[in-house]
């Protein structure tokens, strides 16, 4: 949706890595989501801005905001890659 509305297609080697955590706190348990994007070829600004729109209008992002901490991370983009 993000980068459709952008009118964008999404770079050939786009990756996302997801992870989630299983802890334990005092009233019980508790998830964790680590979502760690890759965009090669993208400005780093604009790749960060897809990363954090999608993640605003994902429909699981949606449901379970305020109910698991979820943090996004940019791994790769134009600025990471060798010249």
Same mark, same amino acid.
């Given at each position: 949706?993000?980068? =459709?509305?952008?009118?964008? #297609?999404?770079?050939? =080697?786009?990756?996302?890595? #997801?992870?989630?955590?299983? =802890?334990?706190?005092?009233?019980?348990?508790? !998830?964790? =989501?680590? &979502? #760690?994007?890759? !965009?090669?070829?993208?400005?780093? %600004? &604009?790749?960060? /801005?897809?990363? /954090? /729109?999608?993640? #605003? %209008?994902?429909?699981?992002?949606?449901?379970?905001?305020?109910?698991? /901490?979820?943090?996004?991370?940019?791994?790769? %983009?134009?600025?990471?890659?060798?010249?």
């Amino acid at each position: 949706m993000a980068t =459709g509305r952008r009118r964008l #297609a999404l770079p050939a =080697g786009t990756a996302m890595d #997801a992870e989630v955590d299983l =802890g334990k706190a005092e009233d019980g348990f508790h !998830l964790r =989501g680590r &979502l #760690a994007v890759s !965009l090669p070829g993208l400005d780093p %600004t &604009l790749a960060q /801005e897809l990363v /954090e /729109e999608a993640h #605003a %209008t994902c429909p699981y992002s949606r449901a379970t905001r305020g109910n698991i /901490e979820v943090q996004l991370t940019l791994v790769s %983009t134009m600025a990471s890659q060798p010249a």
